[in-house]
């Protein structure tokens, strides 16, 4: 007789299931990560992605925790902020950025939103041996990411943040984020990157090919970090400018990495959370 297969290795009644919500869904990473992660340390789910235009978003996914055996959404681009309307409970990162990018309902039957991006992200700069204490950051994009980002560098006691975008989205993130900023200069302005420390991508540009550049590479310092938080097969046009021109650069999966033990602790997942949290080497190891 051959052995029983381990939970993970096939779906049955009693699995339970997670979804990363977005449009598009092409470039998400999570799936291949976390579905080892719960083979390996025996958890029966599986996480799949689903494609979900804007204007549905909110009827599916207020539909889907209808399922007995739902276990939660992760949320992607471009559904973040929405997110923040749809939860009835969230975490202070989450209230602050108005973004959300895990959904789980809870024993009081509520939904509840976490935002993981800004930690994940301020986590992998210390990987990267870049303190953001005292610091400068220009951060390209306000929506979703972008909000969470600068709300962690925020936290992490950056010395000046600056924020830019289309429209006057830069201009609002500004004003959530004063409040709470302490000391920490914050202002909206110009695609100029030539004077801070780190420039983070957080906008959509460079998941296609056609793509314009979200800034101009040689306005960049040479002693920059620059993150591009797209998490792709190949680097971005944007890593490979930078890196041509000696820039450190890195794209967002060491931000992935950093955010895996925060997923599994919020869905309910203590004893995965505390064994992956325990050595991050695997989680690399996959996403490589």
């Not at 309902?105 to 041996?129: P, S, T």
């Not at 990157?193 to 040479?222: H, Q, Y």
């Amino acid at each position: 007789m051959s052995a029983p297969t381990p939970p993970g290795e096939r779906i049955t009644g009693t699995t339970r299931v997670f979804l990363v919500l977005g449009d598009p869904v092409s470039q998400v990473q999570a799936p291949q990560l976390f579905n080892p992660l719960f083979r390996r340390h025996g958890v029966d789910a599986v996480l799949v992605p689903a494609q979900v235009a804007p204007g549905r978003f909110a009827a599916f996914a207020r539909e889907v925790f209808s399922a007995d055996n739902f276990g939660g959404l992760w949320i992607t681009i471009p559904h973040k902020p929405a997110s923040a309307a749809l939860v009835d409970r969230c975490s202070r990162a989450a209230a602050i950025a108005h973004s959300v990018n895990a959904v789980r309902r809870g024993a009081d039957h509520l939904l509840h939103g976490a935002l993981f991006d800004g930690d994940g992200f301020v986590k992998a700069l210390r990987h990267f041996g870049f303190e953001p204490a005292g610091r400068s950051a220009l951060v390209f994009g306000a929506g979703g990411a972008g909000a969470a980002i600068a709300t962690a560098l925020v936290d992490a006691g950056l010395a000046r943040l600056g924020l830019h975008d289309l429209g006057d989205r830069a201009q609002q993130l500004v004003e959530r984020l004063r409040p709470h900023a302490g000391s920490v200069r914050i202002e909206s302005v110009g695609a100029q990157p030539e004077s801070f420390d780190l420039v983070v991508n957080a906008t959509p540009l460079g998941l296609r090919p056609d793509d314009p550049p979200p800034f101009e590479v040689e306005r960049v310092r040479r002693d920059a970090l620059v993150v591009d938080i797209l998490m792709k097969g190949a680097p971005t046009a944007l890593l490979r400018a930078c890196r041509a021109r000696g820039i450190e650069a890195h794209p967002g999966f060491e931000m992935l990495v950093q955010q895996v033990p925060d997923y599994l602790e919020f869905f309910g997942l203590h004893e995965a959370a505390r064994a992956v949290q325990a050595d991050l080497s695997a989680v690399r190891k996959l996403l490589q």
